[in-house]
T-cell receptor, first 109, second 115 residues
Framework: GIQVEQSPPDLILQEGANSTLRCNFSDSVNNLQWFHQNPWGQLINLFYIPSGTKQNGRLSATTVATERYSLLYISSSQTTDSGVYFCAVNSNSGYALNFGKGTSLLVTP | EAGVAQSPRYKIIEKRQSVAFWCNPISGHATLYWYQQILGQGPKLLIQFQNNGVVDDSQLPKDRFSAERLKGVDSTLKIQPAKLEDSAVYLC?????????????FGPGTRLTVL
């Protein structure tokens, strides 16, 4: 099946700093979503972005489908940004979302 | 708009016991998914329903896990008998039509501990 690799696995930032999270995938995709899992376990949709660039407030994402990667940018980080960020994709042959192992982010005051 | 509802939020059982989880998807969503998330990993799909029919259950351990979605709305996931390795968070998600480009919305999950 399709492989999803996320980096870095862990990240510690001071409040106000910027960061970039990366997701590499091994095959063509027709669905790519970024999620934030908060400390209570709730998975929250951030972006549906199989290609192109989107922005929502302090967050933005870019997917370069031809090169099989996606980037999630967090600017001016806040403590509430802490949690695990997951990238999930499905291949052109399936419907199931395949998740990476996530990037665990801790933003300190 | 109400989100995906799940209950219970937490469950502790002993191995070899049975347990059931309930999910109510977003109103109007035809597709419902059950995922298993083991600590430190991303969610893994167990089963996908389109209305009340099964689309994909290839990763469901059918010797102990079962799921149903009667009337194409609510769904229950059952484990019988539970094993220690079933300790995980069970997440329910729904999407509007279930196509490969659909956005999936997740519920809060049920955290299962098997002792």
């Amino acid at each position: 099946g399709i492989q999803v690799e996320q980096s870095p696995p862990d990240l510690i930032l001071q409040e106000g700093a910027n960061s970039t999270l990366r997701c590499n995938f091994s095959d063509s995709v027709n669905n790519l979503q970024w999620f934030h899992q908060n400390p209570w376990g709730q998975l929250i949709n951030l972006f549906y972005i199989p290609s192109g660039t989107k922005q929502n407030g302090r967050l933005s994402a870019t997917t370069v489908a031809t090169e099989r990667y996606s980037l999630l940018y967090i600017s001016s980080s806040q403590t509430t940004d802490s949690g695990v960020y997951f990238c999930a994709v499905n291949s052109n042959s399936g419907y199931a979302l395949n998740f990476g192992k996530g990037t665990s982010l801790l933003v300190t005051p | 708009e109400a989100g995906v509802a799940q209950s219970p939020r937490y469950k502790i059982i002993e191995k070899r016991q049975s347990v059931a989880f309930w999910c109510n998807p977003i109103s109007g969503h035809a597709t419902l998914y059950w995922y298993q998330q083991i600590l430190g990993q991303g969610p893994k799909l167990l089963i996908q329903f389109q209305n009340n029919g099964v689309v994909d259950d290839s990763q469901l351990p059918k010797d102990r896990f079962s799921a149903e979605r009667l009337k194409g709305v609510d769904s229950t996931l059952k484990i019988q008998p539970a094993k220690l390795e079933d300790s995980a968070v069970y997440l329910c998600a729904s999407s509007l039509v279930g196509g490969p480009t659909d956005t999936q919305y997740f519920g809060p999950g049920t955290r299962l501990t098997v002792l």
